[in-house]
């Protein structure tokens, strides 16, 4: 069979069309599927929340790759934790100072409620914005309200007491969608009345200190020096009662020896009263035998006793 040149022609332009008509209906499916979204991924620390024709389901979509209706709309909710820092909080006291304080709030979005969430508020930053931060100053407001003296807020126990009172009162904001884990007082700035008052009472805490410090350093030496002389005086007792004692023992030498002297020359000289052949006895003994030699002018003659040399009488 044979065709014509124009035939031919208009063969080739019906089976172009033909194929043209294959290959449209897959490319506007894939062009479909992409532009419609049948499926979608949520990143880690997040969770899906979807809507049909602003209709918000109730159910989350965790992480991970799903497939959803393409005409659902998916809005992903940030559930990592997060820090709120308020700086320069005006907060009042009962003396009617006002203190500026830093707060920072440790918190995340309850992956639970997300859905409810974001029907009620909306994302992450607007549950921030409306719920958490106005409720955090009031709060931190109210705290101050309770402190008498605005120096007070120097101390430990009142900054923990704090922390507590503001971490139970954001409690409140669960049913929010919001979970609140950690408040932390990082700064108070006291008025500069205060503050100065507040320096002026260290600084005489400290002078006071010192001169305590001081007062013990010399008491402490005031009774060393008065140890050391009563230790002295102890030693020179003992020294003069050691020095009494070696004087009466000297003088009881003393008197005793002389009375002894005394009592042997009374017994001496009563023996010599009873019996005093005994001096003539001594003098012979210590007689050395030589007679003594006078020299006697003129023609004189020596006389001499005999018996007085030997002790004999002429009785015998």
């Known amino acids: 069979m044979s065709f014509t040149n124009e035939e031919y022609k208009a063969e080739q332009v019906r089976k172009a069309k033909g194929l043209g008509l294959k290959l449209i209906i897959p490319v506007l499916i894939i062009l479909l599927l992409f532009v419609l979204s049948p499926f979608t991924t949520i990143k880690a620390g997040h969770v899906g929340?979807?809507?049909?024709?602003?209709?918000?389901?109730?159910?989350?979509?965790?992480?991970?790759?799903?497939?959803?209706?393409p005409l659902k709309?998916?809005?992903?909710?940030?559930?990592?934790?997060?820090e709120l820092t308020l700086q320069g909080v005006g907060v009042p006291s009962q003396d009617q100072l006002t203190t500026s304080v830093d707060?920072?709030?440790?918190?995340?979005?309850?992956?639970?409620?997300?859905?409810?969430?974001?029907?009620?508020?909306?994302?992450?930053?607007?549950?921030?914005?409306?719920?958490?931060?106005?409720?955090?100053?009031?709060?931190?407001?109210?705290?101050?309200k309770g402190i008498k003296n605005a120096e007070?807020?120097?101390?430990?126990?009142?900054?923990?007491?704090m922390q507590t009172?503001?971490?139970?009162?954001?409690?409140?904001?669960?049913?929010?969608?919001?979970?609140?884990?950690?408040?932390?007082?990082?700064?108070?700035?006291?008025p500069a009345m205060i503050v100065q008052g507040v320096e002026d009472k260290k600084r005489q805490k400290q002078l006071a200190e010192r001169q305590i410090e001081e007062l013990k350093r010399f008491t402490t030496e005031q009774e060393q020096k008065q140890v050391e002389a009563k230790a002295k005086k102890m030693a020179a007792i003992q020294e003069a009662e050691q020095r009494v004692a070696l004087a009466d023992a000297r003088a009881y030498e003393i008197t005793a020896e002389a009375k002894a002297q005394a009592e042997a020359i009374t017994i001496k000289g009563e023996a010599l009263r009873k019996y005093p052949d005994i001096i003539k006895l001594r003098s012979v003994e210590r007689w050395d035998g030589i007679l003594p030699r006078v020299t006697m002018g003129g023609n004189a003659v020596p006389m001499i006793n005999i018996d007085d040399v030997t002790g004999q009488t002429g009785d015998e």
């Open 49 to 69: 929340v979807s809507s049909l024709f602003g209709k918000v389901d109730a159910v989350e979509i965790n992480e991970g790759f799903h497939i959803i209706n």
């Open 152 to 161: 007070d807020f120097y101390q430990d126990d009142v900054q923990e007491s």
């Open 165 to 190: 009172q503001i971490l139970d009162g954001l409690g409140s904001l669960t049913g929010k969608g919001i979970l609140v884990e950690e408040v932390l007082l990082r700064a108070f700035n006291l």
């Open 73 to 82: 709309k998916v809005h992903e909710i940030d559930c990592r934790n997060k």
């Open 103 to 144: 707060v920072t709030v440790k918190w995340r979005v309850d992956r639970t409620r997300a859905a409810e969430a974001y029907q009620e508020t909306g994302s992450a930053e607007a549950l921030e914005t409306t719920h958490l931060k106005p409720l955090l100053r009031s709060l931190l407001r109210k705290a101050g």
